[in-house]
Structure formats: structure tokens, C-alpha cells
């Protein structure tokens, strides 16, 4: 397996995407949205940062992060780790390796996606790319139906438009 070098800068903006082994459909189940929610506010306790935009999909989440430090990837370990830990996960996939090993499943693939972001423009579109993304993927025909992302608080909050609860793809 590659081993990759992550390098960050002290601070800035981030454009995050976490994904579920193998891609399992499971973060929706309440069990894990509790855990995960519990994980996010454990997380920011020990390592401070600010979430401008989320989402949650069955198999995977984006979120849009301001960090004060460099400290990005202790922060999605003790996430996934604190996730899995607080739902005490058992996936269908590894139960038999799980068996053997005496060991929960696997709910996180090892890696992660980032990518800082640089101007006002990137945070935008990235911003309209969480959004809609439960349209894309053929979950909601609108934006404003799914419940599982920051959108609405946005569109109370003023920072996006009420127009875009309408946003289709169909």
C-alpha cells in the first residue's frame, strides 16, 4: 500500500471527505449518527475546529472545516475511531475475520480525502457540492429534503439562499 505524505500549513479551510468501508450503506442508521455526532463534539474538545458545511450520505460525509493548526488528520483518526468505538460496529462484511481476531468490523476505509481551500470561489462550489450532493446520488429529488447536512441552519443563517432548497437535478 502507498504511503502517503500529508502535508498541512497551520490553519486555513478544508474541503474533507470520509468514506465507509467498502462503502457500506450504514452511517444513516441511528445508532452510528449518534456515535458519530458524539465522535464530532469528543473531537473538538481535545483538537478545536469549526465545520462551515456538512452532509452525511448513506456510505460517506463532506464536510467543510476551519482549522486554528495543522492537526487535520488526529482530528478524523479520533473521529472514525470514537464513531466506531461509540457504535460499536459490527459489519456483515468482516464478521467472520472479526470472529477469529475477536475484533469489531471495519466502519472507516484507512484513508480520507482533503484538500485545503484557497479562495472564496472553491469554498462556493464545494459549499454547493455538499448540498446536493444527496440529489446526485438519487437519495432526495431536492435539495432542501435531506436532513442530514447543515443546509437548512445555512439557509436560516442567511449565508445561502432559500432559493437553493429547490435545486434538482431531475
Excluded at 452532509?55 to 482530528?75: N, S, T
Excluded at 459490527?90 to 464478521?95: E, F, G, V
Amino acid at each position: 500500500m502507498p504511503n502517503f505524505c500529508r502535508y498541512f500549513d497551520s490553519g486555513g479551510y478544508f474541503f474533507l471527505t470520509v468514506v465507509t468501508y467498502q462503502r457500506q450503506p450504514v452511517l444513516l442508521d441511528p445508532k452510528i449518527r449518534s456515535a458519530l455526532k458524539i465522535a464530532l463534539k469528543a473531537t473538538n474538545q481535545k483538537y478545536p475546529f469549526k465545520i462551515h458545511a456538512w452532509v452525511l450520505l448513506p456510505d460517506h460525509f463532506h464536510a467543510i472545516v476551519e482549522l486554528p493548526d495543522a492537526l487535520l488528520p488526529q482530528r478524523v483518526s479520533m473521529i472514525k475511531r470514537l464513531t466506531t468505538q461509540g457504535s460499536k460496529f459490527q459489519s456483515a462484511i468482516t464478521l467472520t475475520d472479526n470472529e477469529r481476531f475477536q475484533r469489531r468490523g471495519k466502519l472507516w476505509q484507512p484513508r480520507y480525502w482533503e484538500h485545503r481551500l484557497t479562495s472564496e470561489r472553491r469554498y462556493r462550489i464545494l459549499l454547493m457540492y455538499c448540498y446536493t450532493n444527496p440529489v446526485k446520488h438519487r437519495l432526495v429529488e431536492c435539495v432542501g429534503d435531506w436532513p442530514y447536512s447543515t443546509f437548512h441552519r445555512d439557509v436560516e443563517r442567511g449565508v445561502i439562499p432559500p432559493e437553493w432548497r429547490a435545486i434538482s437535478f431531475y
